[in-house]
């Protein structure tokens, strides 16, 4: 695991490239369900992962900080991701 230190260095560069940070996990079943979910913004996370809500990636809860993603995203038995805006095509 990385230091605070790095943590918070690679947290801004990440905030100042555009970028959010998410937890997401892979999903399972029907070919036209998701491949993944992103823990939604709806979710009480101090209430838990018994809690937790799973949605599409607009709808999910954004992380100011890796280190507290990281801990966090084992509790919910997922990842930390970096979603970036999609860059639009030049005409």
């Given at each position: ?26 999903s399972e079943g029907a070919d036209w369900i998701p491949k993944h979910w992103y823990l939604h913004a709806w979710t009480n996370i101090p209430a838990g992962p018994d809690h ?40």
């Open positions: 695991m990385k230091s605070d230190e790095e943590l918070t260095a690679l947290t801004i560069k990440i905030i100042e490239a555009g970028g959010r940070i998410l937890l997401r996990k892979k937790a809500v799973w949605g599409q990636k607009q709808n999910a809860i954004e992380f100011f900080n890796l280190k507290w993603a990281h801990t966090i995203a084992p509790l919910y038995g997922c990842k930390v991701v970096v979603a970036y805006p999609e860059k639009e095509e030049e005409q």
